[in-house]
């Protein structure tokens, strides 16, 4: 968790750390949590990846930022897998952006939270919207302060960080991670006006030292470089506020452009990250809960990654086998196939033909059930097709429709036998999930305007 070291004055809320409890995800590991004050408003803090809870609530001005969002609520703060408090990972490996959001939803339902107010900090940004774009009927706000949707510099994102300014921050996360000279300079960043506050160059490199090692941080910083979820804004349906100071507000006002009614308030602080003069920040989040009454998300457009699978050459195995064993091989095709989506929590929407239409919740568990669909079904004597893509979807009674529909269906048509092909939003989203790609180029997709990015699965 991020805290902003404010200036509030008074007691603190509470005289002990409250309890850390655990909550278990649907894989079977377990996230250390929080939860602090009470009320009618679940809010949930989330911040770098990296922390460790119990030292969080050690730092200096803790209590006074918990205090600031405890008067709207109750305060939700965890620890995502592999970090802090929560079950560890093997190696260097980073849970992907869906394992991230499912330690969130595990943590939502321990606390029996139904709607949460989710409140952003830096690297959280994309979990947030990943989060609020799926789930809306869970999101009751969301609320992106310093949050970006892409890291990378590009000609359509000048915001973003160059390739050399990269490999100079890379290199210091490998070799000076946890550091009295790294936190140093990372709190001048971050606080330029208090650049020799000691006891939280202290706290800062101890955080480092408690929340992860030097490879993973090495790890996090290659996986946001790569990432980019963009594709991703504009199906947010939920009331949404963007946050920023001078710094960052020509950045945040773009961002807000893309999310569909968002707000983009410009705080009157020179600090990018907010957090060398809190008050302007708590007194807006303030002010945009204050305002929600019962608005309602649209909970008939949702997130969605959508797979279709097509036997390759069905017209000639037909003629081969003979009606009744064929469609004694489509009943192993098709009781295989639901195993397999069963197992990799996708639904199934329907089925003509020999083949499947499926939605998921996450775009790397769908292309490692299209990589298991593929590998198979190779025992039956057949080859298939798969195609995804991941953006807004309508939901009206259980069907799922809409161009994203479409679009997955034209990519599955480019697809060889046996290979697994993704739209360009799939490959941005799975940043960091072990997945390779190899580039296909840009495609025209019958009745879809322009041409698609498309890449198939090593």
Not at 211 to 230: G, K, N, T
Not at 303 to 315: A, E, P
Not at 333 to 360: N, P, Q, S, Y
Request: glycine content about 10%; aromatic content about 8%.
């Amino acid at each position: 968790m991020l805290f902003l070291h404010g200036g509030l004055s008074g007691p603190t809320l509470y005289d002990v750390i409250p309890e850390t409890r655990y909550a278990r995800t649907l894989d079977g590991f377990h996230i250390a949590y929080q939860t602090i004050g009470g009320g009618p408003t679940d809010v949930a803090l989330l911040g770098p990846y990296f922390g460790n809870l119990e030292h969080d609530s050690k730092a200096p001005g803790a209590m006074e930022e918990i205090r600031a969002f405890t008067s709207l609520g109750r305060v939700i703060i965890f620890d995502g897998r592999g970090s802090g408090l929560s079950d560890s990972l093997r190696g260097t490996r980073l849970p992907t952006m869906e394992e991230r959001i499912d330690d969130l939803r595990a943590v939502l339902d321990a606390v029996s939270s139904e709607r949460v107010v989710l409140v952003s900090f830096a690297d959280s940004g994309p979990l947030c919207c990943l989060f609020a774009a799926t789930f809306p009927e869970r999101t009751r706000a969301l609320i992106l302060n310093n949050a970006r949707p892409r890291t990378a510099w590009a000609p359509d994102y000048p915001w973003g960080m160059t390739q050399e300014q990269f490999e100079a921050e890379l290199e210091a996360a490998e070799t000076r991670w946890g550091s009295r000279e790294y936190a140093t300079e990372l709190h001048r960043d971050m606080m330029p006006g208090r650049p020799d506050d000691d006891e939280l160059i202290e706290w800062l490199a101890a955080s480092m030292r408690l929340s992860a090692s030097p490879a993973a941080a090495a790890a996090l910083l290659r996986m946001f470089y790569e990432m980019d979820v963009r594709d991703v804004l504009p199906a947010i349906h939920v009331p949404t506020l963007i946050l920023a100071g001078d710094a960052t507000a020509e950045e945040a006002a773009a961002i807000a452009h893309m999310i569909p009614g968002a707000e983009f308030w410009h705080l009157d602080t020179p600090a990018g990250l907010v957090m060398q003069d809190p008050q302007p920040f708590y007194d807006a989040i303030h002010r945009f809960v204050a305002q929600l009454g019962e608005e309602e998300a649209d909970l008939d457009r949702v997130l969605q990654t959508v797979l279709f699978t097509d036997i390759v050459g069905s017209s000639e195995k037909v003629a081969a086998l003979g009606d009744r064993a064929w469609r004694d091989l489509l009943e192993r095709h098709h009781r295989f196939i639901r195993g397999v989506l069963a197992r990799w929590r996708g639904r199934e929407i329907d089925t003509a033909g020999d083949g499947f239409f499926a939605a998921f919740d996450g775009p790397a568990r769908a292309v490692r059930c299209a990589k298991a669909i593929v590998d198979g079904v190779r025992s039956m004597g057949i080859e298939v097709r798969v195609g995804l893509h991941t953006g807004e979807c309508e939901i009206a009674d259980g069907k799922v429709a809409g161009i994203t529909v479409v679009i997955g269906s034209r990519i599955a048509s480019l697809a060889g036998p046996s290979e697994v092909w993704v739209s360009r939003t799939v490959r941005d989203l799975v940043t960091g999930s072990g997945l390779a790609f190899d580039d296909r180029g840009e495609r025209e997709l019958k009745g879809v305007p322009n041409t698609w990015q498309v890449y198939s699965v090593r």
